[in-house]
Structures are given as structure tokens and as C-alpha cells.
């Protein structure tokens, strides 16, 4: 069936091992992050093949879906309150900068008879979550007074709202403040957690603070590639994923909409380019299922005119490929496609060399 994505499980392995194995080298254990394709769990399950021993993800829904592997479960996004029990449940770390939801949760795991391990987040620029280096002291005091949670790391983003890249100067100071907590808890803390895929080059440079132990890694495994400079990552495949979608329409038509112009279906006034006479073709997804503008035909001499809810326009007139109906077109997928497209359930999910 169509429209689809389809995994390459050898490329996928590769990624993973490759990534793992260079972290291994450095002390660094890796979380890999499952959120771009909704945590699946036959592509959770290559993955962990590898050797990576921990799943990491946004969502709980997600991680309950990995309930039985038998691997490290960790929530990326600070628990809504709404969501303290399954937080409890199906995750065994989960990363925290808020008092009112760490109380939440050691109340939540008292009852569930467990220990919730946490990550405190601290903000080295980003502005996204943490709390300030200032607080880390009244925070740690906070946490050790509740007895079923167990403070076990201090962890930083970056690259995600401020787009901060990360660099031995703010990674050293999260170790300085990693040390500080350590010294006043008379305790190692177990993961000192340096970021995500944005952080990977610092390995290839030798630029890791060598007390960074930890990585949530996901764009790295899943595309092969660092997310600081968007470098290709040596080892690793770019095309891990390939969607495919079926032409339901192929007419020579005008480029050039006829009548008067008023809103498209998102309720924007479109701009249209004249190029005369072209063959058009029509794939059966729209925008409902994924954002046209982050795809990338393989057949570089498709251009992508647009898409409505459910159809999506091609131009396929400059192609070598003589394109009829029922044909299938292939595209590369990049980091918001791939969330998109997983997430779809019109779209099929396929594994490939299984
Ligand atoms: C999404 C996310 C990651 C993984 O990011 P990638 O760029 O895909 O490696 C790591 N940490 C947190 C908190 C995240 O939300």
C-alpha cells in the first residue's frame, strides 16, 4: 500500500553501531531517541541491537509502547502534571527543572512502590527548559529531601530553541556544576548528560568534556548526521528512510491557476510562477501527512508545486522519466518529514531487510 516509508534495516544498524561504538570510545553511553518515528517498535528494536542500551522520548505515549524491552526507559519533556502516573510507570528517569512536579512525582512513586529516577535540567543558554546555574544548590537540597526520587544527573539542551551550539566552554561549566552537587552530596551522580545530536561533534574534535557520560541521540542515528553544523557523520547513511508515494493524476496542464485567485486550502493567497504548458502529476498524501516543503524528490528534476490536505502537486515535465499513473516517486525524508510521516496512521510503516 501507498503512500509509504520505508526503513532500510541495514542502513539503520549501521547508523546506530556507528554511533554507538564512537561514544563507547569516549566514556559516553547513549540514549537513543526514538521520537522522530513515534518510537515503532521494530525500528526500537534494530536499533537496540547495536548494543545501545537506553530509549529516550518526548512523549510517555511512546515509551509505553516499549514496555517490554527490557532497556532503560527515559522521558525527554519535563512531565505535564497530568501525566505523573504513567511518568511513573513507564519511564525510569525522567528529566525535571520543576519543585511542584518532582513532589508530584515522588508522591506518584511512593504509591507505586519505586524509586523515579531524575535528570535535573539546568539552562546554559538555550532558553528552553532548566533552571539557572544559580538555583542548582536549592534544587539539589529540594530533590534529596524527597525519598522516592533519586537525583542521578544534571543534563543540558541546546540547539533546540535558542539554537546555542554546544562547546567545551558551556558543556564544562554543566561539569563544573555536575562536581559542585557531587561534592556537596559526597556521591558520584551517574549521568552527566551533555545534550543531543548537536553535541556529537565535539567527540570528532576532541572537544567533550571527558565527564560528559551520556547523549540523547536521535537525528544522529536516524539521518547521519550532526545537528550542530548539519555535517554528514563518516560511517553512517543520510538515507536510512525512503517515502514513496502513487501518482493518481498525470495531464499537461497550464501553471497558471484560471479565474480569480482567493485563499488555498490552508486559507493563504498562493503566488504562481508562469512556466508555460507542464506535465503535472498528482501523488495521493497531502499536507495532512507530512509538509511538502521538507521533502526531496530522489529524482532531482521533480519540482514540488504544492500540496492541499490530501494531494500533492508535482511538476515532472524536466524529467527523464516518463511518469504514468500508478507509478511511484520517491523522496528523501529530513528530521520534520520523518516525525510527520510516522506519525500519519494513513501512512504505512515497511522495514526493509529485515
Ligand atoms: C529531541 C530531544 C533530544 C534528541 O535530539 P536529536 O537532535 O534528535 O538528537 C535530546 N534531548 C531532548 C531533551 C530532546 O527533546
Redesign the pocket.
Known sequence: MYPRIVVDSVKLSQNASCIFNRCKKAGIKVFS?T??FCAHPDVTEIILKSGIEGV?D?RIQNLKKLKDFNVEKCL??LPMMSEIEEVVKYSDIS?NSEKATLKALNEEAKKQNKIHQVILMVDLGDLR?GILPKDVDEYVDFIESLDAVLLQGLGV?LT?YGAVIPTAENLGELCDLANQIESKLNRPLKWISG????SYYLLDKGLMPSKINQL?????IVLGRE?AYGEKIEGTHEDVFTFEAQIVELKIKGSLPKGEIGMDAFGQVPSYEDRGEIKRAILAVGQQDVDAKSLRPIDEKIDILGSSSDHMILDVTQSDHDYQVGDVVQFKVE?GSLLSLFTSEYIEKVIKNL
Do not use: P, Q
Not at 216 to 220: A, C, D, H, K, L
Open positions: 531517541v521520537k522522530s529516550a518526548s525527554l519533556r528529566l527548559e539542551n533546540c545534550g543531543n545530536s548537536s540523547r541521540i536521535g537525528e544522529s545537528t528530521y
